[in-house]
């Protein structure tokens, strides 16, 4: 493989899963504080709004998990081999 | 790969090899296919068969022992299908979603619980099914079918009347959209399962004891997390496709 | 822990470059239509082994319990109903037993006073009977002594005063 994009291949990995990793974890702070308040304010939805908290936490967790495919196909699968 | 060699002459333990993209192939005719994907899904379904056997071959109605914890099971996938596709129409889907959950669980929880890398295989190595994305997109390719399959049944061609909603400018995406669910639902799922694997196999790597274990904890929550995910979005799509515009059309 | 990043560092260079053996992570092949039928065999299988008996089980349970519910709601009235029954009947055999006791308690006060003024005047009776007879002896003692005293007096007097003197 080309040496120069082994380099740019590794580099882009990093920042795939560094970059794919803020939106997401802005969004899942957001949400999770959100449900705090939300319990606070009505303890007894709690178990509704841990559901729903969950639910969408993982929603948001495939976004970086997306970044980290893209990232594993740079480093093991990398197309331009 | 290499990457496992280099790996392993760090760590001698045998538990803490990393391997990726590494297959066990089988040839069946011209056709080839992963053994390890189909070695571990056979134990999966085995097991369920097994459960399912044990649960229903002598039923009671007071449920005592497996029958208990099967009927729990099935009375929690069908509060999930009954709450995205609706009290009218969620029965006849219930053995789907609840075989896609049943099954994603198993295989997770296998693969995160199991030291399937204790058993040698000449190349590759045994893990979670799920771990494999021949299985994730088979996965999301079925649920594709099944909501297709469900709003033909249900609206016949009206069911492309869908694509026109709410404006005839949204098409496009309304279309790329039928392209992004599977892939989705099949990224999401391998990308997590991996993703988990490759965690804890370099935490192993790196600190052989202890330290590894809350990431395995976190490990078998989010496997849980995601057969769940899977579950309920396929729910959540079937009943898309049931109920699309339902409501528009008693309006008329 | 140098020595061991630097291994990770060329084991990393050496994947990329080892790539070139085609990159295996995203390789489809049978694999992918074989487990969607393997998928739909398991559904069906599980559809007839599982979903289906135990679904039945789970509604025939639930017609069962909503049945027994009915079955105990329609009891409970009938026991209520007897219940109020029974404790009616309860109430007139206590008001009838009160009654009872109380004409008895009546009979038994009026046979107890009549004895006891019987009893009362008997006893008066008596008293007056003996008292009468007390007196009358009295009577009889006092008029027996009467010359005795006469005589004692006479005699007193006599030894007194002397013999003559008295005449």
């Not at chain 2, 571990?40 to 007071?62: C, D, E, H, K, P």
């Not at chain 2, 005839?168 to 799922?189: V, W």
């Not at chain 3, 008001?95 to 008895?104: H, K």
């Not at chain 3, 007390?134 to 027996?144: G, L, R």
Request: proline share 4%; net charge negative; hydrophobic share 50%.
């Amino acid at each position: 493989m080309n040496p120069t994009v082994a380099a740019a291949s590794v580099i882009a990995a990093a920042l795939a899963v560094g970059l794919a990793s803020i939106g997401p974890g802005i969004g899942q702070g957001n949400a999770a504080g959100q449900a705090v308040e939300g319990i606070a304010r009505q303890p007894e939805a709690e178990g509704k709004i841990r559901g729903t908290l969950i639910l969408s936490l993982a929603f948001m967790e495939s976004l970086t998990i997306y970044g980290l495919v893209v990232a594993l196909i740079l480093l093991f699968a990398n197309p331009f081999a | 790969m290499h990457m496992l060699d280099g790996l392993n002459i760090i760590n001698s333990l045998p538990l803490a090899a990393l391997e990726v993209g590494r297959h066990l192939y089988w040839r069946l005719g011209n056709l080839q296919i992963h053994g390890q994907v189909f070695l571990t899904s056979w134990f999966v379904i085995g097991l369920l068969l097994i459960a399912a056997i044990a649960a229903t071959r002598n039923v009671q109605r007071i449920p005592r022992g497996i029958q208990n914890l099967m009927e729990y099971a099935l009375e929690y996938i069908r509060n999930l299908a009954k709450d995205q596709i609706g009290e009218r129409e969620y029965r006849p889907w219930v053995p789907f979603i609840g075989t896609l959950f049943l099954f994603i669980f198993l295989s997770n929880w296998s693969g995160a619980l199991l030291p399937w890398k204790l058993i040698h295989l000449p190349s590759g190595e045994l893990a979670a099914p799920t771990n494999d994305i021949n299985t994730t997109v088979a996965l999301a390719l079925l649920t594709s079918l099944a909501y297709f399959y469900a709003g033909f049944r249900k609206r016949g061609l009206g069911y492309f009347a869908k694509y026109l909603e709410p404006t005839p400018i949204l098409l496009p995406i309304n279309i790329l959209e039928d392209f992004t669910k599977p892939l989705s639902l099949s990224f999401r799922l391998f990308g997590n399962i991996l993703a988990d694997e490759l965690v804890v196999g370099v935490l192993v790597l790196l600190v052989p004891f202890i330290v590894p274990i809350p990431v395995m904890l976190l490990g078998l929550f989010t496997s849980a997390i995601q057969a769940l995910v899977f579950a309920t979005l396929a729910a959540v799509y079937i009943g898309e496709a049931i109920e699309g515009h339902g409501e528009h059309e008693e309006e008329h | 822990m140098i020595s061991q990043w630097s291994l990770l560092l060329t084991t990393a260079v050496a994947v990329v470059e080892e790539v070139e053996e085609k990159g295996k992570l995203f390789d489809f092949d049978a694999t992918l239509p074989l487990m969607m039928i393997q998928i739909v065999i398991l559904v069906a299988a599980l559809n007839a082994l599982f979903y289906k008996p135990l679904g039945k089980v789970l509604d025939d349970r639930d017609e069962y319990i909503r049945g027994g519910l009915g079955d105990a709601k329609a009891r409970l009235a009938e026991a209520e109903t007897l219940t109020k029954k029974y404790e009616a009947e309860l109430a007139g055999t206590r008001r009838e037993s009160q009654a009872v006791i109380a004409t008895a308690k009546a009979e038994a006060q009026k046979i107890a006073a009549g004895q006891l003024a019987q009893t009362q005047q008997a006893a008066q009776v008596q008293r007056e009977q003996a008292q009468q007879e007390i007196e009358q002896q009295k009577q009889s003692a006092f008029t027996a002594l009467e010359p005795q005293v006469e005589a004692l007096s006479r005699q007193i007097l006599t030894k007194l005063l002397g013999a003559e003197l008295v005449k």
